[in-house]
């Protein structure tokens, strides 16, 4: 599948801070996920989206499926040490193939 | 019981050798993947299996063999490696191929 474009690449976070990431294609999109990441483990997935506008949250993650079916985005509300890691979209068209972004890695700011 | 289980978690082999990975998951799954990842990259489809059939296979070299035993295994065959093929591969599962993923924890690859 083609690749997305995800940003920002990386992010500093400080403890409390709301952070937020996001993905665009230049194809539409009938699903939209995001994953997290830990080092040496395999890839965590955090929500799913499957209407365009769609509004989903999950604790202090909230995500949205764009209204064009090109883009989606993910909030971190109050994040906490535990919060980094890399965080990937991905999006599934009709081939059932899914189509990663290239990741955040969200890192604690000393 | 709801997740993926990858074994081992760790495999370092020559370029001679043959080894196999595996995944089990037993939530129903009818639908089953093999990924390689590189480091700081996203995960690459290498094979795709719906009930129990190959349904895609990425134009993966033959040195990687996949099988799926029965709809709650998923086998990865591997023979005559490169040191290139050295990775994080990860196996995911899903309901159906229309629903969402959920990866094990990986079998990190050393070829040598």
């Known amino acids: 599948g083609q690749q997305l474009n995800q940003s920002p690449q990386s992010m500093f976070i400080q403890e409390g801070e709301d952070v937020s990431m996001n993905c665009t294609s230049s194809?539409?999109?009938?699903?939209w996920l995001w994953y997290k990441q830990d080092p040496g483990e395999g890839p965590v997935l955090l929500i799913a989206?499957?209407?365009?506008?769609e509004l989903t949250s999950n604790g202090r993650l909230t995500a949205q499926f764009g209204i064009t079916r090109k883009d989606s985005f993910l909030n971190i509300s109050a994040s906490i040490p535990s919060d980094v890691g890399i965080y990937f979209c991905a999006g599934r068209s009709n081939d059932y193939k899914l189509s990663f972004g290239a990741g955040t890695t969200v890192t604690v700011r000393a | 019981d709801t997740e993926v289980t990858q074994t081992p978690k760790h495999l370092v082999m020559g370029m001679t050798n043959k080894k196999s990975l595996k995944c089990e998951q037993h939530?129903?799954?009818?639908?089953m993947y093999w990924y390689k990842q590189k480091a700081k990259k996203p995960p690459e489809l290498m094979f795709v299996?719906?009930?129990?059939?190959?349904?895609i296979n990425e134009s993966v070299p033959s040195r990687f063999s996949p099988e799926c035993p029965n709809s709650s295994l998923l086998n990865l065959h591997l023979h005559a490696l490169q040191p290139e093929d050295s990775a994080l591969y990860l196996c995911?599962?899903?309901?159906?191929?229309?629903?969402?993923?959920?990866f094990g924890p990986g079998t990190r690859l050393t070829v040598l």
């Open positions: 989206l499957y209407k365009a506008g």
């Open positions: 194809s539409i999109f009938n699903t």
């Open positions: 939530m129903g799954h009818r639908a």
């Open positions: 299996y719906s009930y129990e059939k190959l349904s």
């Open positions: 995911a599962s899903s309901q159906e191929l229309v629903n969402e993923q959920f």
